[in-house]
C-alpha cells in the first residue's frame, strides 16, 4: 500500500491506493510535500474521522502522520466559534476550500506554539493546503492508544502530567478547545495531547468558556478514575501563570 514520491507517482495510482479519501487537490497538496521532502512514503491509514483521515508515512527523520483535513465533510457550522474571534484567520471570508486551509494552518500554528511551551503534543513539520505533516505518536506505524481505551494506568501520574500541559498550554496563551480523553494518546505512560485545530488564543471571546470545558471534560474522567477532583482549584491552578 506503500507509495513513494518517484517518477512513476501519479494522482491516479495514489488514488487506487487510498481509495475515497483522496480528491485531485489533496493529491496535489500531498506530492507537494512529498517534493519538499517531508513524507518518502505513504504506508496506510492510522485512524479515520468523520472530517479528517490519518495517514502513517515515512518522513525526513522517521516515522510521521500525515493529517488529511476532508473538504467536502469538515463542518463549518462546528468549526466556525473557534476561528471566528481569533485575530490570526480574520480575513479568510467564507470559501470553503480556504476555510479548510486556515483550519489546516491553524492547527500547525497552534502546535508550534504548544510544543515551545514544552507541553506532550506532536511536533509539527509542515503544512500545505489541507495536508498536515506532524510526529507519529506511536511505535512501529502503530498509533499510541487513546486515554479513552485504555483500561490501566496509573490516574495520579497520568492526570498531573495532563494538568501540566493544560498549565503549560495557557501560560503560552492558547486554549485547547476539545480536551477530553478521546484528545489524548498515552505513550511510554506519559499523555500527549492532540488535534489542536480548534484551540484558540486567550483573547478569543469564548477562550474562558472552552477552558472551563476542557476542566469539566478531564476532571469527570479522572474522577471516575477515583480521584478527587474540584473543578474550580483546578481552574485556578491553570491560571497561575506567572510562577
Known sequence: M??????????????????????????????SLMKRGQIKNLRGIAKEGKESKILSA????GAVAVKIFIVEALNFKRIQPYLR???????????RKRVIYAWCKKEFKN?????????LCPEPKAFAGNVLVEEFIGEDFSPAPRLADIREFDAQKVFDFVLDSMKKLYAAGLVHG??????????????????????VLL??????EFLLRDVKNICNFFRKRGLALEEGEILEEIKKISE
Do not use: C, W
Request: proline share 4%; charged share 30%; aromatic share 4%.
Open 203 to 208: 483573547s478569543h471571546p469564548n477562550a474562558e
Open 178 to 199: 476539545d480536551l477530553s480523553e478521546y484528545n489524548i494518546l498515552l505513550l511510554n505512560e506519559k499523555p500527549v495531547l492532540i488535534d489542536f485545530s480548534q484551540a
Open 111 to 119: 502546535l508550534s506554539v504548544a510544543r515551545a511551551a514544552g507541553v
Open 58 to 61: 515515512d518522513g525526513r527523520d
Open 2 to 31: 506503500g507509495l513513494k514520491p518517484d517518477k512513476t507517482l501519479d494522482k491516479s495510482e495514489m488514488r487506487k491506493a487510498f481509495g475515497g479519501i483522496l480528491d485531485t487537490r489533496t493529491i496535489m497538496n500531498l506530492i
Open 85 to 95: 474571534g481569533d485575530r490570526r484567520f480574520s480575513s479568510i471570508g467564507t470559501d
